[in-house]
């Protein structure tokens, strides 16, 4: 049973900037908590996010370079932190986005990310959100013909909750195999990103939901989130560690999406997707070390008992 290996099946990998908040911003000690990941094999790929100092972005390119990881690029930050909105009704508006993000691929690139993640903009609401799709899917375009003109980077969108915490356009994953069937008829290395802690938030059951975009290229993450209590400090799309009190998410939920994945053939020795954990400390007694470890064990004891 050897190659029965999660090694031989997915890039597992660890979202940075998660782990580690304080560099989320790209500032902080950058160098330092991403080399504690570089230096477990445990990780065979690391997601990183923006570093705003042209100095310390030559130290974590030479690192990464070293470490024989698949890189990502996740925007998420840069997009949520300055408000972009891709599919902003408001011309101005979006091309101030995709300007930003343009220069975001070109950090991405200089990192050596082999992948790119990319988020909507806030849902418009019903009436208005067929034109935003149509306007994402332009700017999508644009964004990844841009980074195909540089070199053979993925981008990838990620799929994230409609109405509780970050509201997103994309959204539903009916919506998202919407905008892929447009962008993937015009450009080539895009692709979808499924976050196992955003179907709780999306309501959505996770085969039904992958059904509906299994036939494109995906990625994924794991994580946790709070959404039954709003008064819970730690309600919405905070992704806290697995097993937290009052979250949805726990080994035997790791395990089941696991096995969905295996058994809908989206990953294995012929898809090697990157699948990566999105978890950061959030309680005052958490350190990042703990909830990295307690990432690991659950990531050991789902994907023993996959069949």
Request: aromatic residues 8%; contains cysteine; neutral net charge.
């Amino acid at each position: 049973m050897s190659n029965f290996s999660i090694y031989n099946h997915v890039k597992l990998g660890i979202v940075h900037f998660k782990a580690y908040p304080q560099v989320v911003n790209g500032t902080g000690p950058i160098v330092e908590t991403l080399r504690k990941i570089v230096e477990d094999d445990f990780w065979t790929a690391v997601e990183v996010g923006m570093v705003k100092d042209v100095k310390v972005r030559n130290e974590v390119r030479n690192l990464l370079e070293t470490s024989h990881m698949e890189v990502a690029y996740a925007s998420q930050s840069k997009i949520l932190s300055n408000k972009l909105n891709l599919n902003s009704l408001d011309k101005s508006e979006r091309r101030v986005a995709i300007g930003s993000l343009k220069s975001a691929i070109e950090e991405a690139y200089h990192l050596g990310a082999t992948r790119m993640r990319i988020m909507s903009g806030k849902d418009p609401g019903a009436d208005k959100r067929e034109e935003a799709k149509d306007i994402f899917a332009d700017s999508l375009t644009e964004l990844i013909e841009y980074s195909n003109s540089l070199g053979n980077m993925y981008i990838t969108l990620k799929i994230f909750d409609r109405d509780i915490d970050k509201c997103a356009l994309i959204g539903h994953f009916s919506d998202a195999a919407d905008v892929a069937e447009v962008v993937s008829k015009r450009v080539k290395n895009f692709g979808l990103l499924s976050d196992l802690s955003h179907f709780p938030l999306l309501r959505e059951d996770p085969k039904e939901a992958l059904e509906k975009v299994k036939k494109y290229s995906l990625d994924f993450h794991i994580g946790n989130c709070v959404m039954r209590d709003k008064l819970n400090p730690m309600y919405g799309d905070l992704q806290p560690r697995f097993g937290v009190p009052g979250g949805e998410i726990d080994t035997p939920d790791v395990q089941n999406y696991f096995q969905i994945l295996k058994d809908m053939k989206l990953i294995g020795p012929d898809k090697m997707p990157v699948l990566s954990a999105e978890v950061r400390p959030l309680l005052a007694a958490e350190s990042s070390e703990v909830i990295v470890t307690n990432t690991k064990r659950v990531i050991k004891e789902a994907w023993a008992a996959v069949k």
